[in-house]
């Protein structure tokens, strides 16, 4: 990471505060470092599945809270 | 990313093989390549273009074909092999690039691209590496986006002038190269892949919602606005395929047009040389219509000297009746006095009487003068009878025809020498563009015209779907929000992963402008420090950056220098390119082609001990003029790793020639 990499994530983590979302620390850590390291790559639906993996680690529910018939198992 | 090693082979001026060692002490960063006009500085540039980016550049910034990067004696040979070798390190390891392009078997004599074989191999500590990860690992150390700003011709540095012109469509280029090079392209995505990711998220969240009765309703809504937004996606696809694929139409047909706007230019002066031809012919032949006209009344003309003569002669006789019939008065007079006389038969002096003698000779006086007042009416006669005479004769000396005659052929002379004249215009015009098919151009330029009009009609259409498009996104958006808050414990999945979205959507979103807002703070103070030490007036404040990451220099009162030399516009873009490697803080090497050109004395030599410093490795490609080995260098002995010299071969082929620093 370069002083400009941690300058913005620095930044994204202070956005959370200022748009009014409790994110957790580690979600924006992971995502800025999938997109800071393909920043220059085009295959965008391969950084997309990296990322919904992402969001996938993090959604956090209790096992039976969901009825609907598209939800997925956490792991 | 340190440079070890550039091989060639035909590449450019450089016929055969020819390898450049570019091992560089930590202490001593540069490497400097002399080499006259035409020698082939820009062509080492290019081959780092080309062994990077499979591109060489000329120098508008346009591609250049592969025909025309290979050596033209090799061609003559038929040696149709081109490639490029670069070797280096980077994060510990040893890396080879290669490049090459080699005429298809079946190709006798190559005429694009397509004619050859192309191939790309990256070495990894000596493992090749498989081709889809080639881009990426290129991409991790010196992106094609940013390479401008590693790679660059000096003489393009006042492309950066372009930066100040806020709604400039080349700033907005170089401005989005900036900011990849600064790594914001990372939120960009980041903001663009949240909302993908939204969208998904929300197409399952109806889809539950659909499932659930209190809450069936809001899954329609969605679905039925997910739909139409859909439409629109598509719709926008379409159109922003076609602006793309017009845009490049466009900027193809420029290209051409450039080369050939000389050729335009000349046929312009061909049609107004001939539009001046046809109106000298026109006047050519009203003036010969003219002079038949007046030469039917010369023979007028040819009788002047006899006219003249006899009209002297009719004049001395008028003049000579004119004065008979003044002596008619005088004689009326005397005729009244000899009637009184001879009525009265007295004298009218001493009343005697008139004797019979006077009276017969009075009487004889008398007859003698009423015969002369008979013939004075002869005079009158004749007066009348010379000014008719003299009047019919006028007319025959009033013509002018001579006089015409002369002024219409002065007039047709001087038509005549301007005709020559455009005659010899239109010849050398018509040479300059023999070979041309000017009709072709005319085409071209009609069909730019009309693709731009074309052009201004999409990005019309599109932003006028744009507007809908956003109007439904957020009436989802509001929707979704809605059904999120009811959901309660049911679909929670969904909802906590539109939730999620939403919020990485808000955070990236939010984050783009504070962050370029903080590098365009931290690149003006790093390229004021750099400037300050470049510039030659060090009354300047320093710099101030505009939203597009434009530089204006800022004087000692703290106002803007609108005006600015060209060396000034150099020394403000090496400024702006030392900022942005010192503010990106991620190593790779300079490579700069002629960067000294525009400067004076002062301002290279200020550029000369700064550039050491710009990175880790820097190769500097210089022609003598720009700068002296012994008066330039004198004081960079200490930082220079390896010195080269461009040889010239012949008129097509150089050689590279070390000065310093081991073999080539």
Known sequence: MTETDNRALQILLDQRTQVGTELPEKLIIDTYHLERTHQYDRDSDVIIGALRRIIDEHLDLAPGDDVSPTSRTRG | ?664
Request: with cysteine; glycine share 6%; hydrophobic share 35%.
């Open chain 2, 1 to 664: 990313m340190i440079f070890r090693r550039l091989r060639l082979r035909n590449f450019g001026p450089y016929k055969g093989e020819h390898s450049l060692d570019l091992t560089t002490q930590p202490s001593r960063r540069l490497i400097i390549v002399f080499g006259d006009n035409m020698r082939g500085k820009t062509s080492l540039l290019n081959a780092f273009r080309w062994v990077l980016y499979g591109q060489a550049l000329d120098r508008r910034s346009q591609p250049v074909d592969l025909i025309r990067l290979i050596n033209t004696d090799a061609q003559h040979e038929h040696d149709w092999a081109i490639s490029v070798s670069l070797t280096f390190e980077h994060e510990g390891s040893g890396y080879e690039l290669l490049r090459q392009s080699i005429r298809r078997p079946i190709v006798a004599t190559p005429r694009h691209s397509g004619d050859f074989e192309h191939s790309l191999q990256l070495r990894k500590d000596g493992a090749v590496l498989s081709q889809d990860t080639i881009e990426h690992y290129l991409n991790q150390m010196i992106p094609a986006q940013v390479s401008r700003f590693y790679l660059f011709d000096g003489e393009l540095l006042q492309e950066y002038e372009q930066l100040l012109i806020d709604d400039g469509r080349q700033g907005e280029d170089i401005k989005i190269a900036i900011e990849h090079v600064l790594g914001v392209p990372a939120l960009l995505n980041g903001r663009d892949h949240a909302r993908t990711l939204l969208k998904q998220a929300q197409a399952r969240q109806a889809k539950d919602l659909k499932h659930i009765n209190a809450l069936k309703s809001y899954g329609e809504q969605m679905e039925a606005l997910q739909a139409e937004i859909r439409s629109h996606e598509a719709d926008l696809g379409d159109l922003r395929g076609k602006l793309a694929a017009t845009n490049s139409d466009i900027e193809e047909l420029e290209r051409a047009l450039l080369e050939t706007q000389g050729v335009e230019g000349d046929k312009a002066e061909l049609d107004g040389h001939r539009a001046t031809q046809k109106r000298l012919l026109d006047e050519e032949r009203q003036l010969r219509d003219e002079r038949v006209k007046v030469t039917r009344n010369a023979w007028k003309d040819l009788l002047q000297p006899r006219l003249r003569s006899h009209i002297r002669d009719l004049e001395n006789a008028k003049r000579a009746h004119e004065a008979a019939i003044e002596q008619r008065g005088n004689v009326r007079a005397r005729v009244d006095q000899l009637c009184s006389l001879l009525n009265t038969n007295r004298c009218p002096l001493c009343d005697h009487s008139i004797s019979d003698g006077d009276r017969e000779r009075f009487g004889a006086q008398r007859g003698a003068l009423e015969g002369e007042l008979h013939a004075s009416d002869t005079h009158i006669n004749e007066v009348g009878r010379i000014n008719a005479a003299l009047s019919r004769y006028e007319k025959l000396r009033t013509s002018g025809a001579t006089e015409a005659l002369q002024v219409n052929q002065r007039q047709l002379a001087n038509i005549a020498v301007q005709l020559t004249r455009v005659e010899s215009d239109i010849e050398r015009t018509t040479e300059r563009i023999a070979g041309y098919d000017t009709a072709e151009i005319a085409s071209r330029r009609a069909k730019s015209k009309r693709l731009i009009e074309f052009r201004g009609k999409l990005s019309s259409d599109l932003a006028s779907i744009e507007g809908t498009q956003r109007h439904k996104q957020r009436e989802l958006d509001a929707l979704s929000r809605l059904a999120s808050a009811k959901t309660g414990s049911l679909a929670k999945r969904s909802t906590r992963e539109v939730e999620i979205c939403r919020a990485l959507d808000a955070v990236y979103s939010s984050a783009i402008e504070k962050l370029r807002d903080e590098l365009r703070r931290v690149v003006e103070g790093e390229a004021t420090a750099v400037f300050k030490r470049l510039t030659t007036e060090q009354s300047y404040l320093g710099l101030r950056i505009n939203s597009y990451y434009g530089l204006t220099i800022v004087d000692s009162q703290g106002r803007d220098v609108t005006v600015r030399s060209a060396g000034a516009e150099q020394v403000v873009a090496l400024a702006l390119i030392a900022a942005l490697n010192r503010t990106v803080g991620k190593p790779a090497p300079v490579v700069m082609d002629t960067p000294l050109g525009r400067l004076d004395p002062k301002h290279r030599r200020n550029i000369l001990r700064f550039i050491s410093e710009m990175a880790e490795q820097v190769l500097l490609l210089v022609h003598e003029g720009e700068s002296d080995p012994d008066r330039d260098l004198g004081e960079l002995r200490n930082s220079v790793s390896r010195e080269y010299e461009l040889e010239r071969i012949s008129s097509a082929q150089s050689a590279v020639r070390p000065r310093l620093g081991g073999e080539a």
